[in-house]
């Protein structure tokens, strides 16, 4: 029997995800949650696993190539299994809930509620509808509660036909005009093969593959100033992690009026302490850095003001406290800045903490953070330190009222025991929702995480 794997809700509502690399082939047959591809989200990537044991007759999507949820994915022969019922989709609709196959890394089935796109020119439209109403019905057959009867639009001509920068290069230099292709394909991503099929389709009928184009009027010619050298330029897609962090932080910028405080510390007894622990910690014991005893003093001091461990509620019109520390630690990876979260980080010790800071860094530098991981947090930490920069204003994270940036750890001459040393110095950057805390009591949290990377000792005070 033929089934049709539609790309899943991967968790957070997104809507659509970009295939990075296919582990499998058509004509290969695969096992139950044997991964089929590397899909990256707006999170993170993710791994694909088949919802069914068989033999996969086609892929409908290339590498690079992004599908919405709800769209057809793979395409499967399954075997032992007869030929649907006339009356298919009105009986899959009384199949019990929980009937298919439990899938590793799967949720809640795909919901209709994602973008739909406008109807194509005419010629496109016999196509394009048939396959929108049979991706509709799986998605309404999956979540009833959602089901909306949905009415194709009538075609409209001038929407850019579906294809990635690269194939719409590629068809442009063939001279082959998208419209054309997407008119005989339907509503579908256009790929190179594609275009090349189409291309050797015309040249087979004795047709020129260029589309006719209207001329243009005259231009008037400008003089031009030429250049000084080779001016080029490199056009990079915002897709994956980099679109939903610039999304996330310009509606954090113009949601929560943001308020920085800064303070330089001697952070010696920090260091000496760090050098202390390493010297005499087991070779495989987690190694504790400066983030670490940052995190832990973050820690103690959001149980004494609970005010910054909040959010804000609009729809309400509360303030949320939270007595749980959900601490998000800003990582830097190829892809762009994630954020993953430690979950009730306030429960751990020193040690605990550590190792959850290095096994979350490995992650994400890794590209597997589960979405999961990403949502939520309370507060946040970026170490800034780490490329050499002394101070910064960090944008909050949507959702949360604090975070605090380290900056670089310089041995400076300092005051000390009223004579002149040479010390390590740290400068500590906090942002804050000025809605939700004020300048004192933002300053007075500020001043209680740097007492205790000034004197360690302080810990035993609020802990």
């Not at 679109?243 to 009026?257: D, N, Q």
Request: aromatic share 4%; with cysteine; charged share 20%.
């Amino acid at each position: 029997m033929k089934q049709e794997f539609l790309l899943p809700d991967l968790g957070e509502g997104l809507t659509e995800a970009e295939i990075v690399q296919w582990l499998v082939a058509e004509g290969d047959t695969v096992t139950l949650n044997q991964t089929l591809a590397e899909v990256e989200t707006a999170k993170a990537i993710v791994e694909l696993p088949s919802p069914h044991a068989g033999l996969i007759t086609s892929l409908h999507a290339a590498a690079g190539d992004v599908v919405l949820v709800g769209a057809p994915l793979v395409g499967f022969e399954i075997e032992g299994q007869g030929a649907p019922e006339p009356e298919a989709p009105a009986a899959a609709a009384e199949v019990e809930e929980g009937s298919g196959p439990n899938l590793v890394g799967y949720g809640a089935a795909p919901s209709n509620g994602r973008p739909q796109r406008r109807a194509r020119r005419a010629g496109a439209g016999s196509v394009a509808t048939t396959t929108t109403v049979a991706a509709d019905v799986d998605v309404r057959v999956a979540a009833p509660h959602d089901d909306i009867a949905v009415v194709p639009a009538p075609p409209v001509r001038g929407e850019r036909p579906r294809s990635t920068p690269p194939v719409r290069a590629y068809a442009k230099g063939l001279g082959v005009d998208l419209v054309l292709v997407a008119a005989e394909l339907g509503d579908r991503v256009i790929t190179r093969a594609d275009v090349d099929a189409y291309r050797e389709r015309l040249v087979h009928r004795g047709e020129s593959p260029v589309a006719e184009t209207i001329p243009e009027p005259a231009a008037v010619t400008v003089p031009r100033r030429p250049a000084a050298g080779d001016r080029a330029t490199t056009r990079i897609p915002v897709r994956g992690v980099r679109k939903h962090t610039a999304e996330a932080m310009v509606r954090s910028a113009f949601t929560a009026p943001h308020v920085t405080t800064f303070h330089t510390v001697d952070v010696t007894a920090t260091s000496e302490l760090i050098a202390s622990l390493r010297a005499s910690a087991k070779p495989d014991a987690p190694r504790i850095g400066v983030l670490t005893v940052v995190a832990k003093a973050v820690c103690l001091a959001l149980a004494a003001f609970p005010g910054i461990n909040a959010r804000w509620d609009g729809d309400a019109g509360e303030i949320v406290q939270q007595h749980f520390v959900d601490l998000g630690i800003a990582a830097a990876t190829d892809r762009g800045l994630i954020v993953p979260i430690i979950r009730d980080a306030e429960r751990m010790p020193l040690g605990e903490l550590a190792a959850a800071v290095a096994e979350l860094t490995r992650t994400a530098r890794s590209g597997k953070t589960p979405p999961a991981d990403l949502a939520g947090g309370t507060f946040s930490l970026t170490n800034i330190g780490v490329f050499g920069i002394d101070a910064g204003t960090p944008i909050l994270p949507p959702g949360q009222t604090g975070i605090l940036a380290l900056g670089a750890v310089r041995r400076l001459p300092w005051e000390y025991k009223g004579e002149i040393a040479l010390r390590d110095i740290m400068t500590l950057s906090l942002s804050f929702d000025h809605r939700i805390v004020d300048g004192a009591e933002g300053a007075q949290f500020l001043k209680a995480v740097a007492d205790v990377l000034q004197e360690p000792g302080r810990a035993m005070l609020l802990g």
